[in-house]
């Protein structure tokens, strides 16, 4: 059926490559060809993923030294920082952006945006999107959205403060918060535009997924890469809209005066007339979102894992159908798990039961995953690029902040660390290192791809190891700042004497915040430098066999000069016995590889 | 001044990447090679791998023990004891497989890099394996869950009826208790009643709230007593977290949550415990709730019953003030004191840092 598609896309684009000029609006600006658009969402979302990453020194210094006065954060910030002592109001307004820049920005639009639109064309073996239009439509969303959200910065009230959950009716009030007044408004309105944006990609990509693979490529020929894109694709399309029903009945509660979310308030002197609504129906629908939007940061990193593994292994990834599997698996519970981040809402506690036995199941085909990538390993044969020290970093974050998601999801252990310092170490750990780490990984793979230079190693390697360093250094000590009960988004834990035996520990996490944020800055040197000086990139630089390498260093609109190529066989042909080579590329038909060929491959 | 030094980092930092990227550039002129992988640099990041992998769970064993000191003390109630207990055997469950794995995959970087005689081994599925690494989680698992759900439904359990009913009310960005007094009953309660005189809103006009108490200073709780906790807020959404207590329960404007507890070990027999004689339980707000968020707390005492019963004494009624008969200047006070509010509500709600 798709082969059909194809030749008709084929043909088409065939007929006007000739006639097609660019000029620089539509090549660079308005473009509708998805090489281009994957480079656009990736540039933004560095540059978001470092407004962000600052804004996380900033109140790591206040938590480090909360006795101590830092000029350069009044240089930064202006009036929030008087005399180089952050505002109490400022440093929640900053814990609040950074996570929504993080979570939504740099590892949904950075991640997805990046990575779907320039492999799915690639390794399908298509022209070019199902919906050129629609993609650009969804990057222009989506930087729109950057925009409003980076306007919110400026504003006089201050930014959205509530937190990245934005609870009502904390964000709806702006008694309670000077940041839910005006910040509060744009972050909503930048939440939708960046909706509407995750919708239009992800429509695209699971219709060119489905329908524009090249002849021979059958879905148990593709690389796991495009199959993390496509559950990670449907995920979003399923969960989304009901985030946008959430901010939607949000913003009726704060500008029209509805009660969905709001009730039995009395604040600034007065009692409100809010009646009859539930804060907790905002946290249920929040987190029907916010747990599948784990997997949606997840998923791409642990597919570009594989991908950049079992090439640098040069070994094909170990169980291929269980991967995909797990991954079908996870996509599926995480649509009913929502719950376990609302176990002291004062739900009732059998449905609590439900969600811990839903929960705890995560864990076994995440455990197949480790499992997975640790037996590619064995015996393997691995090239060092920067890319695959990533990708076996990520495998290390993931096994442990996992792990750890297994004593928060017990709800009985949740109780006493809810919303204290122990989760923000699992979920920083197994959530942002992970997909951070996927998202790096997948920079230094496919930057020849995308730019057709080469990243320079040896920075890629320092950048590396000072992350994963900087990552542990931060993370692994802040689980005991949690079980010693101290609780998150506190400005500083001065206030109770019980927390100074853990001054000295928050010491040292900011420490390493700092060496792990400004080894972020050897890799923008290294990126920025590469895109225009960088070593110019061969065809295929990491002896690939998958179909992106087949196509020229040039950019050309449709992606290959001629035919489409045919695809013979699945993605993971490496170090097959009795073939010369240590790779087979997907393109290589069975009958030309007799000497190496398994029984049942004629 | 700072402005200027700003600058001149700024300065700085502009030179220092502009002479990076020269460096780099006469580095990538000199070495004609392409940006290929050598066995220099195979042989460098498996090293790597074996040091940070080794180093790292040396630290992680060395800090774990360490911090050992940094933990929260036995618990003060009885369910603690079994959520501590289920915790204990999750960690030794998670800390196991942390290790196992780790070093598996530190150790397999390190071995299995690139040399060019070798070639990795094409082993892409064994059934068995993958069988018996499904199947060995999920019996783990399995475990857990039902283990997990036994400790749940026990400590989520309806508590007894002659249970002390006591009401924690959060408001930004302070605590408030109320006591039911000798009918083990609140008074009724609406948010519209507040005032500044009656700040949980109690309805007067209800008989149960006559012998109810309440405090402002402290939350006292009699040691092995049952406790039945009422959670209530005002205005936004706070959580009642007594990390020492094990017991957290979101306040939530418009609901009413529940926590039963029974505490056992009193402040007194805690500081012997911890060695520490200044030592104080405290409740907490664990849920962001604006700018004094950090600083909004409680002391908590656990008395023996005996010296419950003559603090409680000591302990205001709801009404107290309103038995007296009501005079004018007392109703004009609550006005002026009204007015001054309302008109004050726009501006930022004062911190309480110091």
């Known amino acids: 059926m798709s082969d059909h598609q194809n030749d008709h896309a084929a043909d088409a684009h065939g007929a006007h490559d000739h006639e097609h000029h660019d000029t620089f609006w539509t090549k660079y600006v308005f473009s509708q060809d998805h090489k281009m658009i994957s480079k656009q969402f990736l540039i933004t979302a560095i540059v978001m993923g470092f407004v962000a990453m600052i804004m996380s020194m900033i109140f790591r210094l206040q938590l480090g030294w909360p006795d101590q006065k830092f000029p350069i954060i009044e240089s930064l910030i202006g009036h929030w920082g008087k005399g180089g002592k952050l505002d109490p109001n400022f440093y929640l307004a900053l814990v609040t952006i950074h996570g929504t820049i993080m979570v939504f920005f740099v590892l949904t639009g950075g991640l997805s945006g990046t990575f779907s639109n320039l492999l799915i064309p690639f390794q399908c073996g298509a022209r070019d999107m199902a919906s050129g239009f629609l993609n650009m439509l969804s990057y222009w969303f989506f930087f729109a959205s950057c925009l409003v959200m980076t306007a919110s910065l400026f504003v006089q009230s201050g930014p959205a403060s509530a937190g990245w959950t934005v609870y009502p009716p904390l964000s709806a009030l702006p008694q309670a918060i000077p940041g839910s007044g005006l910040g509060m408004t744009l972050w909503l309105v930048s939440m939708v535009l960046f909706i509407a944006s995750a919708l239009l990609g992800g429509i695209n990509y699971v219709v060119t997924v489905l329908n524009l693979r090249t002849k021979g490529m059958s879905m148990t020929r593709l690389p796991l890469t495009i199959w993390a894109f496509l559950i990670t694709a449907i995920l979003g399309i399923l969960s989304f809209p009901v985030l946008f029903a959430a901010a939607l009945l949000l913003l009726f509660d704060r500008s029209f005066g509805t009660s969905f979310y709001l009730s039995d308030i009395f604040i600034g002197g007065e009692p409100l007339a809010h009646s009859g609504g539930s804060p907790v129906l905002f946290q249920h629908l929040f987190w029907f979102l916010g747990h599948p939007e784990v997997y949606i940061v997840l998923l791409p990193a642990l597919g ?88 076996i970093g990520l495998v290390s974050t993931f096994i442990t902040g996992g792990l750890t998601g297994i004593i928060l999801g017990d709800s009985a252990l949740d109780i006493n660390i809810h919303d204290n310092y122990f989760v923000v170490a699992h979920f920083h750990i197994v959530m942002g290192s992970s997909a951070i780490f996927g998202m790096f990984a997948g920079i230094y793979h496919w930057f020849p791809r995308m730019f057709g230079r080469m990243m320079n190693k040896r920075l890629g390697y320092l950048h590396f190891w000072f992350t994963i360093i900087g990552v542990y250094g931060v993370f692994f000590p802040m689980h005991f700042v949690g079980l010693a009960g101290v609780p998150r988004r506190y400005y500083a834990n001065t206030s109770y004497e019980g927390f100074q035996a853990v001054v000295n520990i928050n010491e040292m996490i900011s420490v390493f915040a700092l060496i792990g944020g400004l080894s972020q800055f050897i890799f923008a040197i290294n990126f920025f430098y590469s895109i225009f000086r960088g070593k110019r990139a061969v065809q295929n630089p990491w002896k690939s066999s998958t179909l992106e390498w087949t196509a020229p260093v040039q950019h050309l609109h449709g992606n290959w000069p001629g035919e489409i190529p045919t695809v013979y066989r699945w993605p993971y042909d490496y170090s097959k016995p009795g073939h010369d080579d240590d790779y087979i590329p997907q393109t290589v038909p069975l009958s030309k590889t007799t000497s190496s060929n398994l029984p049942g491959e004629e | 001044m700072i402005k200027l030094l700003t600058l001149i980092v700024v300065a700085l930092a502009i030179i220092a990447i502009v002479r990076l990227v020269r460096v780099l550039e006469l580095v990538n002129a000199l070495n004609d090679e392409k940006e290929e992988i050598n066995e220099a640099d195979n042989k460098f990041n498996a090293w790597m791998m074996l040091i940070f992998g080794g180093v790292g769970m040396f630290l992680a064993a060395y800090l774990t023990i360490d911090y050992q000191r940094l933990l929260l003390p036995v618990s003060a109630t009885k369910h603690g004891v079994i959520t501590d207990n289920l915790l204990s055997v999750s960690f030794i469950i998670i800390g196991i497989v942390f290790f196992i794995t780790n070093i598996l995959l530190f150790y397999f970087s390190f071995k299995y890099r690139h040399r060019v005689k070798n070639k990795a081994l094409f082993y892409p599925v064994n059934h068995r394996l993958e069988f018996i690494w499904t199947i060995i989680p999920t019996i783990v698992l399995g475990a857990l869950i039902i283990y997990g759900l036994k400790v749940w439904n026990n400590i989520t359990k309806p508590a007894p009826k002659n249970a002390m009913l006591i009401e924690v009310y959060g408001k930004q960005f302070d605590w408030l208790v109320r006591y039911s007094g000798g009918d083990n009953t609140l008074g009724k309660s609406n948010f519209r009643l507040i005032t500044d005189e009656n700040p949980l809103g109690v309805d007067s006009n209800d008989v149960t709230s006559k012998d109810d108490k309440i405090s402002t200073k402290e939350l006292h709780l009699p040691a092995n007593t049952p406790i039945f906790f009422k959670f209530h807020s005002r205005d936004i959404i706070h959580s009642a977290y007594m990390p020492h207590l094990r017991t957290q329960m979101n306040c939530v404007p418009g609901m009413t949550t529940t926590f039963f507890i029974e505490p056992v070990i009193t402040t007194d027999s805690m500081r012997l415990i911890t060695g520490n004689d200044k030592f104080d339980y405290i409740l907490l707000c664990n849920k962001i709730c604006g700018a004094a968020h950090f600083n909004m707390k409680m002391k908590l005492v656990i008395d023996s019953p005996e010296e419950f019963k003559k603090w409680y004494k000591t302990q205001e009624y709801v009404f107290q003030r309103t038995a007296a008969p009501a005079t004018e200047p007392a109703a004009v006070k609550d006005t002026t004191a009204k007015q001054a509010e309302a008109t004050g509500s726009h501006e930022k709600p004062v911190v309480a840092a110091k």
């Open chain 1, 304 to 391: 570009l894992a594989s991908e950049v593994i079992a090439t640098q292994a040069r070994k094909p990834i170990f169980g291929y159908k269980a991967m995909i599997g797990s991954m079908l698996v996870i996509a599926f519970l995480s649509f009913i798990v929502w719950g376990h981040h609302m176990f002291i809402t004062g739900m009732n506690p059998f449905l609590g039961s439900v969600f811990v036995f839903t929960t705890l199941l995560v864990a076994i085909p995440s455990a197949v995953k480790v499992f997975n990538y640790i037996a590619t390993l064995w015996k393997a044969n691995i090239v060092y690029s920067p890319a695959v020290l990533f990708a």
